[in-house]
C-alpha cells in the first residue's frame, strides 16, 4: 500500500463536521489541508498500519500534505521500539511540523527507557531555528525530567531560551507550571526572582492557578507574583 492509497483512506475517514471544529480550533491553519478525521479513528488506522512494512513506505513519504498525514506519522512514530530510528525520523520530520497540535502529539514511547540519551539530545532541539522544533524539545523536557529524573538543570534549560514565538512562549510557560506543580520548591525561584521573560512569567502563573493540582495557599501567593507589562 502506497502513500496514495494511504491518503485515500484517510479520505474516506473523515467526518465533515469534525473538519469544521478542527478548523476552528487551528484558526491559521489552512482548512484546505484539513481531512476531518477523528483522533481516535486515527490512532487505531495508525495501529494497524504500524503492524505492516507500509507504515515505513509512509514515514519515508516526506514532506505530507494534510495534517492528518502528518498526525499519522507522529502516532506511527510513537509506536516504534529502536530509539536511534525514532531520533533519525524526527530529524526529518519535526521541520516539516507546522502546527501545536501536531507538534504535542508527538511522543515516542521508546524515549521512556533512553532518559540519558534524551538529556543530551532535547538541547539540539532547544536551539533550532524552527519554531515547532523547539517547542517540541520543551515538551520532552516536561513530559520525562519533572519527576524522576528531575534536577534544577531541566528548569535552566527551558527558562534560558529567549524567544518571541507565540507558542514556543506557551510551552514555556506550560513546562513551569506543570514544574510549579511537582517541583514546588525548586520552579517557585523562577518566579519569586523574576528570571523569566515577563509575558512568560505571567502566562505560567495564569496556567498555575489555573490547575487543580495548585493548592489554594499557593495560589494566593503566586497571584501576588503577577507582574506589570511595560
Request: overall charge neutral.
Amino acid at each position: 500500500m502506497n502513500p496514495e492509497t494511504i491518503r485515500r483512506e484517510l479520505l474516506a475517514l473523515a467526518d465533515p463536521e469534525y473538519r469544521e471544529f478542527q478548523c476552528k480550533l487551528m484558526p491559521d491553519y489552512n482548512p484546505h489541508r484539513v481531512m476531518g478525521v477523528r483522533m481516535p479513528v486515527l490512532r487505531k488506522y495508525a495501529a494497524g498500519l504500524s503492524k505492516g512494512p507500509d507504515a515505513d513506505c509512509f514515514l519515508d513519504s516526506l514532506p505530507h500534505f494534510y495534517y492528518e498525514e502528518n498526525n499519522l506519522h507522529g502516532l506511527l512514530l510513537e509506536r516504534k521500539k529502536d530509539y536511534r530510528e525514532v531520533i533519525r525520523r524526527l530529524e526529518a520530520f519535526l521541520p516539516q511540523v507546522d502546527n501545536w497540535a501536531t507538534c504535542d502529539l508527538l511522543s515516542p514511547n521508546v524515549f521512556a527507557k533512553h532518559h540519558p540519551e534524551l538529556w543530551e539530545q532535547i538541547p539540539l532541539w532547544l536551539t533550532d531555528a524552527h519554531p515547532y522544533t523547539v517547542r517540541f524539545g520543551l515538551g520532552m523536557l516536561m513530559s520525562h525530567f519533572l519527576e524522576e529524573d528531575f534536577t534544577p538543570a531541566v528548569l535552566q534549560r527551558a527558562g534560558e531560551i529567549r524567544r518571541e514565538e507565540y507558542y514556543i512562549r506557551m510551552m514555556q510557560a506550560w513546562l513551569f507550571a506543570t514544574a510549579l506543580a511537582k517541583q514546588w520548591e525548586a520552579a517557585l525561584p523562577w518566579l519569586t526572582e523574576e528570571k523569566l521573560e515577563i509575558w512568560v512569567h505571567n502566562k505560567t502563573i495564569q496556567k498555575a492557578v489555573e490547575s487543580r493540582r495548585i493548592t489554594p495557599e499557593q495560589k494566593k501567593l503566586l497571584r501576588s507574583l503577577r507582574r506589570k507589562q511595560g
